[in-house]
């Protein structure tokens, strides 16, 4: 009797504290996050004080958001940076590593693996080891402080994990697919795009939101390669606001900045979370 | 079927064919096979392989930004051994290294625990706790020098609130709290990345294993001991590893939050080589630089590759 009173009172128990722990530190995990959002929208004389509590108290605004508008060539022209650098980024990155990843899967040809290990192998190596000297051949192809030069080291930065994506994922469609293909006679080329590529797609989708991800929040190539105010990144001129090259830090403008900057990797997370775990976990398994 | 025909008729043509013809098909299809990673290659040479081989060329120079480089062999080596600064920064990088390795992975070990059956809600905990590392580490950064700020911040001005401070501490004034505050908000934004590293290899442990040994009697801490954490060393050594790798080569925080003060405590090693190079431009000594840090990172790697490889470490 006494113990079928006290078997669901411990389970309730054991419920409460898991849940109870579980809300806790996703509290813990989002406030920083939610608090930075909020004070965005608060009018920018409030924005100044202390952000207790976070929600805006003087009414919604969007004061905040006006002043960092305000900043050099205005937000728009370094959103725009930021956009154009991104989607080249992820539009290279799968073109170059969906070749790549069907050449190495699927032909054969002198020191193949000795090429493979060697794109593979630049992931060992820290690119900030190599930024003066990306630097000077950049200047002297003339793409020196240019959003082309910037795309192209990203693009090569993203490589080692994109093609080592890529070429396992052709590695799990079996050949005779694109055997029957090519039997009924359509070119290599066909293949790839027409049979090969939707088979291939989830592995195109990790490859593209890491690309974005990665050249989206870029800090450091991005303050070395690109000089000129105007080609600024988001990261790069936010980070000049904060260390006041723009006059005194408004704060409420620089949390509208980082706001901007967080809203669409957060959006592509969560719509793309499968694909994104994926590529998280394809360097764990492997 | 049609293309069982096919196959069949092709057998019987390439069968026919003279030998010669046979090794040219094959040549062009190496070739094509080469055409396809070409972009790829080209890449990597162009800017990954040739600047490898001009750092070290460098390295090997007085190299200013505008006028001319002069060799001066091991000169830049030998400059590196009295800096002051170099040093002070590679013993601060290990520190935090050291520090934040640990404090990550005494955060994300429990969660991963924590998570990894699946319950109700036990998903939106999980993208709960990983929301931040899909943030970029400059936002990241530029939101916790918000909070850490002494006028408009939340941290100091909450805890005077709170009454748990008399007045207000400029938390970026002191080494230490500049310190700790990084070392929270690098947990804060990457324990969630470990958390799902530990958990594929948590979930990779057969729960026959843990069911006979729970019925053997073994208590959760012993259960936790002598299976979970032998059977996941390869994890936990990627996991390690990914973390010292990222936090040896730490700069946007220190660069953002705490732009390398209070008087130079924080700097780190990628951030004196980016002084060095693009501040005061020393580009030949800032290549020397890189190339110690490049030696450390590779010995790091391949460390790395030992440890995953061992078949013992399964």
């Known amino acids: 009797m006494a113990r079928t009173r006290t078997a669901p009172a411990h389970r309730l128990f054991a419920t409460l504290r898991y849940h109870g722990f579980g809300i806790g530190a996703s509290i813990l995990f989002l406030a920083p996050l939610v608090w930075s959002v909020l004070v965005s929208f608060k009018p920018s004389i409030e924005a100044r004080q202390p952000p207790l509590p976070p929600w805006p108290v003087g009414g919604f605004s969007l004061q905040s958001y006006d002043n960092l508008a305000q900043y050099g060539a205005g937000i728009w022209t370094y959103a725009g940076n930021s956009i154009a650098v991104s989607l080249a980024t992820v539009v290279a990155s799968v073109l170059v590593s969906l070749l790549a990843g069907y050449g190495f899967s699927r032909f054969q040809f002198p020191l193949k693996n000795v090429l493979?290990?060697?794109?593979?192998?630049?992931?060992?190596?820290?690119f900030q080891s190599i930024l003066t000297p990306l630097f000077l051949i950049l200047t002297k192809l003339g793409l020196q402080n240019?959003?082309?030069?910037?795309?192209l080291v990203y693009v090569t930065l993203q490589l080692p994990f994109s093609t080592f994506m890529m070429r396992n994922a052709f590695d799990a469609v079996p050949k005779e697919i694109e055997d029957a293909a090519r039997v009924d006679g359509a070119s290599v080329f066909a293949v790839l795009t027409r049979i090969m590529?939707?088979?291939?797609l989830p592995g195109v989708a990790t490859v593209a939101i890491f690309a974005f991800l990665a050249s989206w929040n870029e800090f450091l190539a991005a303050l070395i390669l690109l000089t000129d105010q105007k080609k600024y990144t988001l990261p790069v001129l936010m980070a000049a606001v904060r260390s006041g090259q723009f006059g005194t830090i408004d704060w409420g403008a620089v949390q509208s900045g980082v706001t901007l900057m967080m809203a669409p990797c957060l959006a592509l997370f969560l719509l793309l979370q499968r694909y994104y775990i994926r590529g998280l976990t394809a360097g764990a398994v492997k | 079927m049609n293309?069982?025909?096919?196959?069949?008729?092709?057998?019987?043509?390439?069968?026919g064919r003279p030998r010669r013809r046979?090794?040219?098909?094959?040549?062009?299809?190496?070739?094509?096979?080469?055409?396809?990673?070409?972009?790829?290659l080209a890449l990597v040479l162009l800017f990954?392989?040739?600047?490898?081989?001009?750092?070290?060329?460098?390295?090997?120079?007085n190299w200013p930004l505008l006028g001319k480089p002069r060799f001066i062999g091991l000169g830049n080596y030998a400059r590196l051994l009295d800096d002051a600064q170099f040093w002070a920064s590679m013993r601060f990088t290990v520190y935090y290294t050291l520090i934040v390795t640990v404090a990550i992975f005494s955060i994300a070990f429990p969660l991963a625990l924590f998570v990894e059956k699946t319950r109700s809600l036990t998903k939106l905990y999980r993208t709960a706790f990983f929301l931040p590392v899909v943030v970029g580490f400059g936002s990241a950064s530029l939101l916790w020098a918000w909070l850490l700020d002494v006028d408009s911040g939340l941290f100091s001005p909450a805890a005077e609130r709170l009454g748990l401070m008399d007045q207000r501490v400029n938390l970026l004034a002191g080494f230490d709290t500049t310190f700790w505050s990084i070392i929270i908000m690098v947990v804060w934004k990457t324990a969630g990345f470990n958390m799902i590293i530990l958990l594929t290899g948590l979930q990779g442990i057969s729960t026959e294993v843990q069911e006979a040994a729970r019925i053997d009697g073994a208590s959760p801490w012993q259960r936790f001991r002598r299976i979970t954490l032998p059977l996941m060393r390869r994890t936990i050594a990627l996991a390690l590893i990914l973390s010292v790798a990222g936090s040896m080569l730490a700069f946007d925080q220190f660069y953002i939050i705490a732009d390398g003060g209070p008087q130079n405590s924080t700097v780190t090693a990628v951030y004196w080589i980016f002084s060095q190079s693009?501040?005061?431009?020393?580009?030949?000594y800032g290549a020397a630089l890189s190339m110690v840090l490049l030696v450390i990172l590779v010995f790091i790697s391949v460390v790395q590759l030992r440890l995953l490889r061992n078949p013992e470490g399964m």
Request: glycine share 8%.
């Open chain 2, 22 to 40: 046979r090794t040219a098909r094959q040549r062009r299809k190496q070739l094509v096979g080469l055409l396809f990673v070409a972009p790829a």
């Open chain 1, 197 to 200: 590529l939707p088979l291939v």
């Open chain 2, 3 to 15: 293309s069982g025909v096919m196959t069949d008729q092709q057998q019987q043509l390439t069968d």
């Open chain 1, 116 to 126: 493979f290990v060697l794109i593979i192998s630049t992931v060992m190596i820290p």
């Open chain 2, 48 to 61: 990954f392989v040739i600047p490898l081989g001009m750092a070290f060329w460098m390295s090997l120079h």
């Open chain 1, 146 to 151: 240019t959003l082309t030069g910037i795309v």
């Open chain 2, 278 to 284: 693009f501040g005061s431009f020393r580009l030949g």
